[in-house]
């Protein structure tokens, strides 16, 4: 079936727009992930959904992060008056969801942002 | 704090030789740990996962990894790397509480020569 699907592909910007970036999880996993890669800190974790709610958002780095979830399904998340900083590979991943933590999670292909 | 330590930044093996990736891990609880591989320009994907159990996992593409309590460590081996091999490893511990924050090591490139 078909996997997580994340757009942009790559998205290159000016310091100071707004970016939204969209993932589309597998169908019928209800836990969400954003995380974050960049050469500087690696792959750092951003915000966890469940369902439309997000429990954990303690790795958003600024309050110019903002993600959503709606449906149960399609994410957002959003820079705003973006930095160089927030350059980065940003990975979206889903999964299944239990009353316990050992579900596997499933990435997509990552949004590449470049801030000019 | 849970943390992932992988000792290795840069390894090259040969073809048709073994590899042992590490990965050291600081957790309070049973950990829940991973390998994902990355190749350029792609997400994550998972190799094998250690829940509980028998300490020796079995992945995909003929890798495997063992969970040893005493030393911290779920290394991750191979007994013969071919070329396709050549990619981003990482290590990662899953924390608990009813999801599964991961927490990445830094990552290990793997060249692999012909």
């Known amino acids: 079936g078909a996997g997580v699907s994340q757009s942009p592909s790559n998205k290159v910007t000016e310091k100071g727009k707004d970016v939204e970036l969209r993932c589309d999880p597998i169908s019928g996993h209800t836990a969400l992930y954003w995380y974050r890669q960049s050469l500087g800190q690696g792959l750092e974790f951003l915000i966890y959904?469940?369902?439309?709610?997000?429990?954990?958002k303690s790795g958003l780095p600024s309050d110019r992060f903002s993600a959503e979830r709606t449906g149960g399904s399609v994410s957002t998340l959003t820079i705003q008056r973006t930095q160089q900083e927030d350059s980065a590979v940003y990975l979206c991943a889903s999964s299944f969801s239990s009353g316990n933590s050992n579900q596997p999670q499933h990435f997509g292909d990552g949004t590449r942002l470049s801030i000019l | 704090a849970q943390s992932v330590t992988q000792p290795d930044i840069h390894i090259t093996v040969s073809e048709g030789a073994s590899l042992e990736l590490r990965c050291n891990y600081s957790y309070g609880a049973t950990p829940y740990l991973f390998w994902y591989v990355q190749s350029p320009g792609q997400g994550l994907q998972l190799l094998l996962k250690y829940f509980s159990g028998d300490t020796l996992v079995q992945g995909i593409k003929g890798f495997e990894a063992e969970f040893k309590r005493s030393q911290s460590s779920f290394n991750l081996r191979k007994p013969s790397v071919h070329w396709s091999d050549a990619a981003e490893y990482f290590c990662a511990v899953g924390t608990s509480g009813g999801y599964n924050k991961l927490i990445f090591g830094a990552g290990t490139r793997l060249a692999v020569h012909p």
């Open positions: 959904f469940q369902g439309n709610s997000a429990p954990d």
